[in-house]
């Protein structure tokens, strides 16, 4: 039996802060939407970044009522929590309501209190709870289901992960609009983009991550899509960009080769980016064939020029093998974007201002750091909490010491990036971007005439921000 007649995957995220990963689609969902499209019911897809109608929870509230008799949430981030918890609860709770995602996961209890239209939380990945709830399975057997019953609050066993071999990949036709990189209203780029997921997990074990972790604190075994899917996938894509959001794309080499062969030989024409380790370097033939398919940014994980810290991170390489992997990679055309960590146990404040100098001597050409930041699954929080004159305030917060808190953190962030981000940096990060294909003249011109509109967006954020 199916449950529903008509269902909205809603994306409830919407404002400025977000504006800018307002890029890319909302990737979870719309694979929990492709999961029920093919069970009956009619699926609407709706994300508010893109329907500023729909911001008003009054008009979305309408629109539910005469429409909608499943309401299917998406909650993924820390931020703007506390903001879409208030939206959520005022949309009719007349309407069956379930919630997944990230955030949902980790503040079940959390969720139930301040929304009391949820009806249901699919805790962890989504694709086979949302399946069995639209075919009619009793909840009591639905595994990973938290829901209501007599007024309490049922906690089902964990799920086991799904199988990626046989989860239908997200339906771009359910999209109204295409993605497009905007900033404080502006927009910056005449690019598309779109995100395309092609394994799940990563095999790796560095200490302060939980990419690898499902929301419930289960490493998520490293799993791979079968190449004919992606490239069926990929065929269906529209977008120019695409940020092929797999923790690690090269985590298996001869798979990474294999579908460069693929985009070549089936002539798909993208503009790829792609998250990586610096192992990919050690593997030339599979660097030459990403160029020829249109690979052009690599998002690598770095987080310290410091040995000690690296290994305290358990990033499994050196410094060394850091300039080495550079000394390659910097022969390519690729755009090379680097992720850093400060504000590390014992880091002190000459080996956190080391990191925009270290980028520099390896010639990456851009970074983002951020400070060090305890999940709830972390294995870090223990060593935190074990380590005299260390602490962090919440889940999911930043770590701070007695020696750097929140001001003395925030000095050094200033630093880094004013070291780093200097003029001929940014002029470099222009050129490059406009010679390997990036940005075209065209962009950078219509970027140009739209500053004032920029400058006004941002003084407008900073103004609301103040309030
Ligand atoms: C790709 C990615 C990005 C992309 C975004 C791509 C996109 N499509 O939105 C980019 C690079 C832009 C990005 C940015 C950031 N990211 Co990010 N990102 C990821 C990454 C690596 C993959 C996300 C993904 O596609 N997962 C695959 C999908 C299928 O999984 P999913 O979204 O969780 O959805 C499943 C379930 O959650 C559930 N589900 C989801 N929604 C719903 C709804 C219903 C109704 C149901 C039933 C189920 C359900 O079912 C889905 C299918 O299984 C994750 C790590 C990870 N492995 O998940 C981090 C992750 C999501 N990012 C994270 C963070 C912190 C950030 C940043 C804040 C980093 C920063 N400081 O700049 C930014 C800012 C984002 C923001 N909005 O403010 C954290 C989120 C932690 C948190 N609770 O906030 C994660 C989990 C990594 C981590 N462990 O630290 N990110
Ligand atoms: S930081 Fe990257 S390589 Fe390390 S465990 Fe996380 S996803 Fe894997």
Redesign the pocket.
Known sequence: MIRYKHAL?LNP?FGD??AL?G???????E??AASMKDLGGKVTLLDLRYEKAYQDPKALSQFIRNEIDLL?????????FGDVCDFVSQLPPEVCT?????????EVESLFDRCPNIDMI?R????D??KQIVTGAPYKDIRGLSYRENGRVVHNEIAPL?DITRIPFPDRSLRKHNYCLVKHGVRLSSNTFD?L?TT?GCPFKCKF?????N?LGQK?SYTERPVESVIEELKTVTADVV?L?D?NFFTNPNRSEQLCDLIIENKIKKIFVA?TRIDVAKHPRVLDKAEKAGFKVF?IGIESPHDRILKQLQKGFTQQQVRDAFAVLTQYDFYLHGYFIYGNIGETEEEMLYIPKFAKEIKLDSI?F?KLRI?RFSSLKEVVEETPGYYYNRI?GSVYSNHYGRKELKQIGNRIQSEFYDLPQVIHIIRKAWRIGLVSGLDLMDAFLKLPLLMYGLARRKAQKKR
Do not use: H, M, N
Request: hydrophobic share 35%.
């Open positions: 995957a995220y802060s977000t990963i890029v890319f689609p909302p990737t979870g969902l694979y929990i299917c949430v998406s909650i993924r981030w820390e931020s703007r379930i919630v997944g995602g990230y955030k949902a996961t980790a699919a962890g990945e989504g694709e709870i949302i799904p995100t997921l799940r991550c939980t990419f690898s972790l929301p998520r940020l959001s923790d998250q998002l983002t951020q999940e999911g």
